[in-house]
């Protein structure tokens, strides 16, 4: 079992800046790859980037390339998305998820999820 608990969501203006964090509790993180998610109102939940088990490997979508990292400290069982020249089009509920082993882009493969953390961008 692995629990995941994001932080680090809010309010931010376009153009902005902001890191939301997700730390993992329960045995062997390392074994699991990462990804962070999002759901706007009224729309399906996107991948939005991933990154594999000691963080060698990272995908992104094409919608944030170039203005979001995803990066991972193992030693702290953490994982961060680092979310840099933020458009009002990146509001939405940011969900971190593992999927044990290889990363993937597809919700459904993933093992488990936190609750949420709210980012609104305002224009």
């Known amino acids: 079992q692995v629990q995941l608990v994001e932080s680090g969501g809010g309010l931010v203006q376009a153009g902005g800046s902001l890191r939301v964090s997700c730390a993992a509790s329960?045995?062997?993180?390392?074994?699991?790859?990462m990804a962070w998610f999002r759901q706007a109102p009224g729309k399906e939940r996107e991948f939005v980037a991933a990154i594999s088990r000691i963080g060698g490997r990272t995908s992104y979508a094409d919608s944030v390339k170039g203005r979001f990292t995803i990066s991972r400290d193992n030693a702290k069982n953490t994982v961060y998305l680092q979310m840099n020249s933020l458009k009002p089009e990146d509001t939405g509920v940011y969900y971190c998820?593992?999927?044990?082993?290889?990363?993937?882009?597809?919700?459904?493969?993933?093992?488990?999820w936190g609750q949420g953390t709210q980012v609104t961008v305002s224009s």
């Open positions: 998820a593992a999927k044990y082993k290889f990363l993937g882009v597809n919700s459904n493969n993933y093992d488990y």
């Open positions: 329960g045995r062997d993180f390392s074994n699991y790859a």
